[in-house]
């Protein structure tokens, strides 16, 4: 095994973690390889992994974000326009580790300085679809070709999805409090301590408002990897069924979890023989397209755009699960 791998198996899979987890379990008297048993430690491992990947990765990402304010984000996008500044938006869209009901002010500030409706969706769809701490905890379910692909198709969904509505001049289809929003144009400085309080404050707000997801998903997953039967899966959710990108984000549209969430439920889906693209499909919808989320951006949007956003990215979605359902033996 090469270094790169080794590093990858106990940094980031922690497969030590899942050894002593094992024995833990085995010395309470319970089977790993039973259904009782392989849950529970699925349970423990998952939470204790996920949580401390998490703990470590927004620490650092929101170090990295405090120097990227809104201010600043909007003074590096104003002025441009067409598909450099759609790519921009969605490249900074991924510094942003946060779902996409908290994308909603940036979304107001950015309509409110005067930026295109292309590049403001683009960074509405990138920041809640894309983030640096979500390539990191794909890489360790999955892999890194799956993990970068993840990223490069939430780009590509982003920089079109903003183009063609922008394309479309909706300009009047957002809320008139929206243009008229306060917007400051002072860039705070922080200090190396105040940057490293913010990213410890981030930890903990991030951490509070995702763990109910995470246990939820970490049970789900467990149930579906340990109890419900690999055919019965497959039948429904078959990489061979049609059907089963369009019921993937179905399914996704009504939850509310950030990517964090979706993760073990994705994970113990691949494992049941789901195809890559339905997993794929089914996170985008949770992340870009939950219900939530698009309520309020009603309460900023009129209908008939909040209609084409929601149509744009649903087709880009279905587009790529299909796509990767057809190519996803290039990542085995």
Not at 25 to 31: E, H, N, P, S
Not at 143 to 159: F, M, Q
Not at 255 to 281: K, S
Request: with cysteine; aromatic share 10%.
């Amino acid at each position: 095994m090469s270094v790169f791998g080794w590093l990858n198996d106990q940094l980031l899979r922690m497969t030590w973690l899942n050894d002593l987890v094992g024995a833990s379990v085995a010395t309470i008297g319970l089977d790993p390889a039973s259904r009782l048993g392989g849950s529970v430690q699925f349970f423990i491992y998952d939470v204790i992994k996920i949580f401390i990947l998490l703990s470590v990765l927004i620490f650092v990402i929101s170090y990295i974000q405090s120097h990227f304010p809104p201010e600043r984000t909007r003074a590096m996008l104003g002025g441009r326009s067409g598909l450099g500044a759609n790519a921009l938006a969605a490249l900074l869209g991924t510094l942003t580790p946060f779902c996409s009901c908290s994308s909603i002010p940036l979304f107001i500030g950015f309509t409110a300085a005067g930026l295109p409706l292309a590049v403001t969706f683009s960074f509405l769809i990138s920041s809640p679809l894309v983030d640096l701490a979500s390539v990191i905890l794909l890489a360790s379910i999955f892999s890194w070709p799956i993990a970068l692909a993840y990223v490069a198709v939430g780009l590509v969904v982003a920089i079109l999805g903003g183009t063609i509505i922008g394309r479309l001049g909706m300009e009047d289809n957002v809320a008139a409090f929206v243009r008229t929003a306060p917007v400051s144009g002072e860039v705070a400085t922080m200090t190396r301590g105040e940057r490293l309080g913010y990213a410890r404050d981030q930890v903990e707000e991030i951490v509070h408002r995702v763990w109910p997801y995470v246990l939820v998903g970490v049970g789900i997953g467990a149930a579906i990897h340990n109890w419900v039967p690999a055919d019965v899966i497959s039948a429904l959710l078959g990489q061979d069924k049609w059907w089963s990108v369009p019921v993937a984000v179905l399914v996704g549209i009504p939850m509310y979890a950030d990517i964090f969430g979706t993760l073990p439920i994705a994970e113990a889906l691949v494992g049941r023989g789901v195809g890559l693209g339905t997993v794929l499909a089914f996170m985008m919808a949770v992340t870009a397209l939950s219900l939530p989320s698009l309520i309020m951006l009603k309460r900023v949007v009129m209908m008939p755009l909040l209609i084409t956003f929601t149509g744009v990215v649903t087709l880009g979605i279905l587009s790529i699960g299909m796509i990767f359902n057809a190519i996803s033996n290039w990542f085995i």
